[in-house]
């Protein structure tokens, strides 16, 4: 009876001992949709402001270049965006009905 006894206080003393330990776990917690939105303008604006900051830089390095190079410049961009958008200098008409 006795070792029934001693048995079962271990069993149970190694039960409670487990519910301790769930106890010291760190429950997760939610954020809040209100600091989660938060954060989502803050970044926003960031972005946004780095953007115009890049948009001053450009400016003033442009300004910084002489009027024959500034010209250039406008070209080189111009022809960069065209290319971007798939746009050819000269169409597709003019190029199939060339005279050889």
Avoid: N
């Avoid at 111009?78 to 169409?91: A, F, I, T, W």
Wanted: glycine share 2%; no cysteine.
């Amino acid at each position: 009876m006795v070792k029934r006894f001693l048995q079962t206080l271990i069993v149970l003393f190694l039960l409670v001992g487990t519910t301790a330990v769930h106890a010291q776990d760190k429950k997760k917690t939610k954020i809040p949709k209100d600091k989660e939105k938060y954060a989502e303008e803050k970044a926003k604006e960031q972005k946004e402001k780095q953007k115009e900051v890049r948009e001053e830089l450009k400016e003033r390095h442009r300004e910084l270049q002489s009027k024959e190079t500034q010209k250039r410049m406008k070209r080189s961009k111009r022809r960069s965006e065209r290319m971007r958008k798939g746009k050819r200098k000269v169409p597709f008409w003019k190029r199939w009905f060339r005279r050889h």
